[in-house]
């Protein structure tokens, strides 16, 4: 089964910069879609951004033209880019990989605090 790792994560003054990593066990080649999802305090989990095994992007407005999401299936490895940092962006960032077979795997999150 595979299993996901966040590292990344940190404290950054607003208009910063982070990136965040998601380390998979196995192959994520062909198989899994991946994401990134947040949960803020007071707020759902939403998602922020997700990418498909060809590549193909989908961002929350909130994040559109400021976050960028990849993965590298070499390095069984998913990025989550994130410029322009604000006070909004604080959460816990949860790396997901979603099969429809398999169901949903969590990693264990990671935190981002955006303040000056």
């Known amino acids: 089964q595979v299993q996901l790792v966040e590292s990344g994560g940190g404290l950054v003054q607003p208009g910063g910069s982070l990136r965040l990593s998601c380390a998979a066990s196995g192959s994520i080649s062909n198989i899994w879609n991946m994401g990134w999802y947040r949960q803020a305090p007071g707020k759902q989990r939403e998602l922020v951004a997700n990418i498909g095994s060809g590549g193909r992007t989908n961002y929350a407005d909130s994040v559109k033209g400021r976050f960028t999401i990849s993965r590298d299936n070499a390095k069984n490895t998913v990025y989550l880019q994130m410029n322009y940092l604000e006070p909004e962006d604080t959460a816990v960032y949860y790396c997901?990989?979603?099969?429809?077979?398999?169901?949903?795997?969590w990693g264990q999150g990671t935190q981002v605090t955006v303040s000056s």
């Open positions: 997901n990989a979603h099969n429809a077979w398999l169901g949903d795997k």
